[in-house]
């Protein structure tokens, strides 16, 4: 089986990525044994952000490398084993908040499109849009507006 890096690199979807992670000399932290779990975005995903963001950050590698491992976090976590948790912790340190249901699998406010993808080092979930951190406060927030504010009993 490939490792992460190795599943990256082979894919054209993934080549804004792993310029990224090259740049931010990643590679050789996410080939080691880990276990990983990483929230990859796609090309589409950083044609998404602002024009000229991603040559910023490429001049700015302190800042590049926390963004890039804020979609990494230590273990190997499939959906079903993400399931019931609010939030998962990220190498950078912020946490990763989460909403799975039966029909839905997001993380912050990226899709997940492909789930479960093995490496030899961890998982890869394919994401449709780069995520960036969030303030402590900010994952009820995110809750409320899936399921709406409950009181007492009622969804208002």
Request: hydrophobic content about 45%; aromatic content about 8%; cysteine-free.
């Amino acid at each position: 089986m490939a490792t992460i890096v190795d599943i990256a690199v082979s894919n054209p979807d993934f080549s804004t990525l792993v310029t990224a992670v090259s740049a931010a000399n990643l590679v050789d932290a996410l080939n080691s044994p880990g276990p990983f779990t990483v929230f990859a975005p796609v090309n589409k995903a950083f044609e998404k952000l602002p024009p000229g963001t991603i040559t910023t950050l490429v001049q700015n590698i302190p800042q590049l490398t926390r963004i890039l491992t804020y979609h990494v976090a230590a273990g190997r976590y499939t959906k079903n084993d993400l399931r019931g948790r609010e939030s998962i912790p990220s190498l950078e340190g912020t946490p990763i908040d989460l909403y799975i249901t039966a029909a839905e699998f997001e993380v912050n406010n990226a899709t997940v499109i492909a789930a479960d993808i093995e490496a030899d080092n961890g998982i890869i979930h394919v994401i449709d849009t780069v995520i960036l951190m969030r303030p402590h406060w900010f994952h009820p927030i995110m809750r409320w507006g899936k399921e709406g504010i409950k009181s007492e009993g009622v969804v208002v």
